[in-house]
């Protein structure tokens, strides 16, 4: 694993969401992340290359979450509106010195599985 991907800080938990729809694990991701909104002044949260760009296009709902995609994320997927685009960052090694408090990663393998891990970070 890359260090850019190294957690600066203990793992405090994980989940691991499968639903049998991508609709039912957007919920149960957006949920997760609305949580940690809520009691998080600026949460950090770091969505892996591999997951639909419509898990980031939910997430912008959230006002005060710093939202970062991984290298080699499809940005084109989403809608070109500069609103949008700066809220959203590419994670990289030089300009991310911060800690992650939400990772979300699609689990390898079958294009139509809809398993996702979380990593929340303290």
């Given at each position: 694993m890359p260090d850019l991907?190294?957690?600066k800080s203990e793992v405090c938990f994980s989940i691991r969401i499968s639903r049998d729809d991508l609709m039912g694990t957007r919920l149960a991701i957006y949920?997760?992340?609305q949580d940690l909104h809520q009691f998080q002044e600026q949460p950090k949260v770091l969505v892996s290359r591999n997951c639909p760009s419509v898990i980031v296009a939910d997430l912008?709902?959230?006002t005060?979450?710093?939202l970062y995609v991984g290298l080699g994320f499809p940005l084109s997927d989403l809608p070109n509106d500069e609103r949008i685009l700066?809220?959203?960052h590419v994670m990289n090694r030089d300009t991310f010195k911060d800690k992650l408090n939400v990772l979300?990663?699609?689990r390898d393998g079958q294009s139509?599985?809809?398993e996702f891990t979380f990593l929340f970070f303290f």
């Open positions: 991907y190294k957690a949920e997760q992340v912008l709902d959230l005060r979450l710093e700066t809220r959203v979300i990663a699609k139509t599985s809809q």
